[in-house]
């Protein structure tokens, strides 16, 4: 996949799956979780993609496969043109000092034995990156810049407050100079007076190091503040992805629709129809046939039960599947209801 400009995604995953295996009690035989089901999206030098959905989604499970920190059932993921899935050893070695990931929770990220040194020394001992000197060097160079004096070189994590953990996770990530920075919920877990300093500054390293990142989150204010474009994850599958104006201007998929209708707004003037989906999430054990959200849609249809829809491009760079949109391209109309409203 190339944009028009001719460049080569850095990332790209075709297809990735994962499914998980459980035994059901003492006497059942074995459930299959199917929490990613054949996603593909593509990321390019210098960008953030932000990947939302509901909680079970398979948004973290998406970051590990992307990191190689599990097994793909099957797919692709292609980085720099080469498929992750068929390295090994010191090949594989060499690439994991370019993906690197800031975890969602800065209490149990970090070793509690370590100091802010030690565990920024870690990653650099473990590939035989520099001197002792050079190493040292640049420890202080991280802690400048993610903000963090030099004098905390010597504390343990239980003496620092939940942002500097973060931030020491931000520079441990940052420390080999990856090309790919996963960032999976980087600010849930913060007080919300530390969550715009942890953002500013992911945004401001993003900026100034070049870094293409793969940001992932709940909260859709966050998404819209540091993404570049977002991709929305239902049930192990994506269904939209689209530039981040296109996408809050004029979502196009029902469950999309839901998700922002439900975001609250800080201004008491602006008004919005919330749309309020019934019923609850499927399980991925038992996967509903065709549309995996026609259980909850409001606009669901016969087709929508039998047949599954493609993510497809309905527009320029806009991409969704649903059984709402098709036809031609360049001027997508989509089913109104009794209202005479758009879904």
């Known amino acids: 996949m190339e944009r028009q400009d001719g460049a080569a995604p850095l990332v790209e995953a075709r297809s990735l799956t994962k499914h998980f295996t459980s035994r059901a009690g003492w006497l059942g035989g074995r459930h299959t979780v199917r929490a990613v089901d054949g996603v593909s999206f593509s990321l390019w030098r210098g960008e953030t993609l932000g990947l939302v959905g509901e909680s079970g989604s398979g948004k973290s499970t998406v970051a590990r496969l992307l990191l190689r920190l599990i097994e793909p059932t099957s797919g692709q993921i292609l980085f720099q043109g080469r498929d992750l899935t068929r390295l090994r050893g010191r090949a594989l070695q060499e690439v994991r000092r370019q993906l690197q990931i800031v975890f969602q929770d800065p209490y149990s990220s970090l070793n509690p034995r370590r100091t802010v040194e030690q565990t920024l020394l870690a990653p650099l001992v473990a590939h035989g ?3 002792a000197e050079e190493r040292q060097a640049r420890v202080d160079e991280m802690l400048d810049l993610v903000g963090l004096p030099r004098a905390f070189r010597p504390r343990y994590p239980h003496q620092l407050s939940g942002g500097q953990r973060q931030r020491v996770g931000i520079a441990r990530a940052l420390i080999l100079r990856p090309s790919l920075l996963v960032a999976d919920e980087p600010v849930s877990a913060l007080d919300v007076s530390v969550q715009s300093q942890v953002l500013n500054l992911l945004r401001d390293l993003q900026h100034s190091l070049h870094l293409t990142e793969l940001f992932i989150a709940h909260n859709l204010a966050v998404v819209q ?7 929305v994850m239902y049930l192990g599958k994506l269904v939209e992805i689209a530039p981040r104006e296109a996408l809050f201007r004029e979502p196009l998929h029902p469950y999309t629709r839901a998700l922002l209708s439900a975001a609250p707004t800080p201004d008491p003037t602006v008004s919005r129809r919330r749309q309020v989906l019934g019923g609850e999430v499927p399980n991925p054990i038992d ?19 039998r047949r599954e829809p493609a993510l497809e491009e309905v527009r320029p760079g806009h991409l969704v599947a649903c059984h709402l949109y098709g036809g031609d391209l360049t001027d997508v109309h989509p089913r109104r209801d009794a209202a005479g409203d758009l879904p």
Do not use: N, Q, W
Request: proline share 10%.
């Open 287 to 305: 996967i509903p046939s065709g549309c995996r959200f026609h259980p909850r849609c409001p606009y669901a249809e016969a087709i929508c039960r």
């Open 225 to 231: 503040y540091v993404s570049d474009r977002i991709a």
């Open 129 to 131: 990156l520099g001197t």
